[in-house]
């Protein structure tokens, strides 16, 4: 993976490059301004993603605005965006109004299929926000979400089961929401044959505001409705992480997919928890960031990657007076990988920290189809 720091006007976008075949980019991109209006840091953040595009010849396949007060800063962001777009209530901790998380990919050709919902001409699909779905209790709009995507892919010949490789939920309260948020994954995930003797899906269930108040979850997901069972493999860090099934929730620790030149690895929420589902470290925020990360390399680690395939890095915190202590140890051990860390409590108290990763690795695997 090549790291390159790119600055332009007002903002500054840190970029993963994957340049084996199809090339592929990861970027966050940040205000550089700290001290400028929400109305001007917005507009950079929007301004360098179309200049990033331009400058690297890649399209656009997913945005992610992470926002301090979406409420009011939803009104300055693009009309739309020509891919799939989610906006979430999740502050950066670096004083910073907004961050953009992008994915680039070549020659790519997705369009719009209905609300929320990109599909390309190989059966790939990003899920963004779905405003179609109406507001309700967090089961309910769960439980909509989940059953929306597995109409979309059963139209396409796919499934929940063996299709959807990665799910996002983003909460707001989740201290007393996401019970239901895991309610309504079980039930439809058992309805649609996913359970522990077979697999879950890849996930995070993390604190994030709509822009929407009585909005309580947002849903974003990825499928590829032309992968098989040959290609994906589930990762579980057994040696370090107990199965979630054990305490209720139903997602993979992480997994793989391998397409003919590159494997990706989708690495969930993690958290500081040993294989008996503990919390390593309770209230000690250095000691569970070191565990976290520890787990995190075990699964990248079984899914024949390391920290210099990672293309993105996405940190939760609960608590704001942690930032100072994380943002350093985040900065020591990986300087140039595209992150930030942001205001977003974890589903359970217990864990001061929870971190989300992809990694991007070369391979060669002429029986399968290219990405």
């Known amino acids: 993976m090549k790291y390159q720091n790119i600055k332009y006007i007002g903002a500054e976008a840190t970029v993963a490059l994957f340049e084996t075949g199809r090339k592929e980019a990861h970027a966050y991109i940040l205000p550089s301004d700290t001290e400028a209006g929400a109305e001007a840091q917005i ?23 992470l926002l301090s007060d979406p409420s009011n800063q939803m009104r300055l962001l693009p009309e739309e965006d020509a891919c799939a777009r989610s906006v979430v209530g999740q502050t950066p901790l670096d004083g910073r109004k ?34 179609s779905v109406p507001s309700c209790d967090s089961l309910s709009m769960t439980t909509e979400y989940l059953e929306k995507l597995a ?8 499934s929940l089961k063996d299709h959807c490789l990665r799910t ?8 007393n929401n996401y019970s239901g948020v895991v309610r309504g994954r079980n039930e ?52 370090h992480l107990n199965p979630t099934y054990e305490y209720g929730v139903a997602f993979e620790r992480a997994t793989a997919v391998d397409y003919a ?3 990706h690895v989708y690495i969930s929420g993690t958290a500081s928890i040993d294989n008996k589902g503990d919390i390593v470290a309770p209230g000690d925020i250095k000691a569970q960031t070191l565990r976290m990360l520890e787990n995190i390399e075990v699964l990248l680690d079984e899914g024949g990657c390391g920290w210099e395939d990672v293309a993105h890095m996405t940190v ?16 020591e051990r990986f300087p140039g990988l595209p992150k930030t860390i942001v205001l977003a409590p974890v589903c359970r108290p217990g864990w001061l920290i929870e971190t989300e990763c992809m990694a991007v690795r070369k391979a060669d695997n002429p029986e399968y189809a290219p990405y």
Not at 43 to 65: H, M, N, Q, S, W
Not at 102 to 123: F, K, V
Not at 168 to 175: A, E, P, Y
């Open 43 to 65: 507009k950079a953040i929007a301004e360098a993603a179309d200049r990033l595009a331009a400058d690297t010849g890649l399209t656009p396949v997913f945005k992610r605005y």
């Open 98 to 131: 907004g961050a953009l998380l992008m994915i680039l990919e070549e020659g790519a050709d997705y369009r719009r299929r209905e609300d929320g919902i990109w599909q390309d001409s190989n059966g790939r699909i990003w899920v963004g926000d779905i405003d």
């Open 151 to 158: 109409r979309i892919l059963d139209g396409c010949g796919a």
């Open 168 to 175: 996002w939920f983003f909460v707001r309260d989740i201290d």
């Open 188 to 239: 439809v995930f058992s309805r649609e044959g996913l359970t522990a003797e077979t697999h879950f899906i890849a996930s995070t269930g993390i604190e994030g505001q709509c822009a929407e108040p009585a909005r309580l979850v947002a849903f974003n997901a990825f499928a590829d409705t032309k992968a098989d069972d040959s290609q994906i493999r589930y990762l579980y860090g057994s040696t």
């Open 261 to 263: 030149d590159r494997r």
């Open 316 to 331: 939760y915190l609960r608590d704001i007076a942690d930032h100072r202590t994380v943002g350093r140890m985040m900065d």
